[in-house]
């Protein structure tokens, strides 16, 4: 199977590449980065300090799309609507890891889904996605006597806030207790906030140092506290996921699929 990585010298993108490269029965079929990147041009085996590939990484997405099976995007989200335009046109399998996406970016991700299969999560690791079963069915079982909050830290060059994977987590939370997150969230306490309303599903963000994700799903009540954590210590889990799904896609008809479906969790 032929794996394009866009994006191919960001952290994510560089991960990527190594991770298609170290899969069985896959082929990097080359990287594409911003025109005015120093990368252009430069042979990615070569970059990663492993042997030559015979090819340069590229300015042109379409070119990268139009050689690969399946094209992985952790870019950003002007770039991965841009993308997804490009896997629908030419049939191709997307998997996308951009986070900060809005609601109407999402939903032309899921136009994207009705021609091709697009893999859209804002964590690909397994543990992450294990974490999120969990909080479902915890929330669910808890129920609105214990009170949620989820605490995230991530590196200090991380962009958007609360992370991708924290709002996934809300999202979970909020579906264990039958309720849209968007009509329960608090995404930041600043001041006289008054006391906390029953049912509010918050959020706490950490920024600093290289912390490549932490997560804590919290749930309070009077007399105890259940905390569900998953610590990520290497990108290279988000990459070897993404990988995973753009394989399991491969074999999928058009839809928008979440890493719960690929890992049939
Ligand atoms: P980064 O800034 O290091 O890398 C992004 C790369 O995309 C850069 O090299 C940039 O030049 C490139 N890029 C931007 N626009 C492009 C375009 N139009 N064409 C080609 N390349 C383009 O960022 P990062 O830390 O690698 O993270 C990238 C994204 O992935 C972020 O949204 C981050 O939150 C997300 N992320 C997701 C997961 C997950 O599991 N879903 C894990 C880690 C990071």
């Known amino acids: 199977m032929k794996i394009g990585i866009v994006g191919c010298a960001g952290r994510m993108g560089r991960m990527l590449m190594e991770a298609v490269m170290d899969a069985e029965g896959c082929a990097l079929s080359g990287g594409s980065e911003r025109p005015e990147s120093d990368f252009i041009g430069r042979d990615p085996g070569e970059m990663l300090g492993r042997r030559p590939l015979g090819i340069g990484i590229t300015a042109d997405s379409r070119a990268l799309f139009a050689a690969s099976d399946a094209v992985i995007d952790f870019t950003a989200p002007s770039a991965t609507l841009a993308h997804a335009l490009i896997a629908a ?3 191709k399998v997307l998997v996308v890891g951009t986070t900060g996406l809005s609601k109407e970016d999402e939903a032309r991700l899921a136009e ?3 021609r091709v299969p697009v893999v859209y999560a804002p964590n690909f690791s397994v543990g992450v996605n294990l974490l999120m079963a969990l909080t479902e ?3 669910a079982i808890l129920g609105t006597d214990y009170d949620i909050d989820i605490v995230e830290m991530h590196h200090r060059h ?9 709002l996934g987590l809300g999202r979970a939370a909020a579906k264990g207790r039958n309720v849209a997150l968007d009509s329960v969230w ?8 008054g006391a906390r309303p029953r049912g509010e599903i918050g959020f706490a963000t950490l920024r600093g140092g290289d912390v490549v994700g932490d997560h804590t799903v919290m749930f309070a009540a009077d007399g105890e506290r259940v905390e569900l954590t998953h610590k990520a210590s290497s990108r290279a889990v988000f990459a070897k996921g993404a990988v995973r799904a753009a394989r399991w896609a491969a074999g999928q008809s058009a839809g928008l699929y979440s890493m719960r479906d690929v890992l049939g969790l």
């Open 186 to 193: 608090c995404k930041s306490r600043d001041g006289q906030t």
């Open 158 to 166: 991380k962009v958007d806030a609360p992370s991708g994977t924290a």
């Open 89 to 91: 046109e030419l049939g």
């Open 112 to 114: 994207a889904g009705r």
């Open 137 to 139: 069915r915890a929330a």
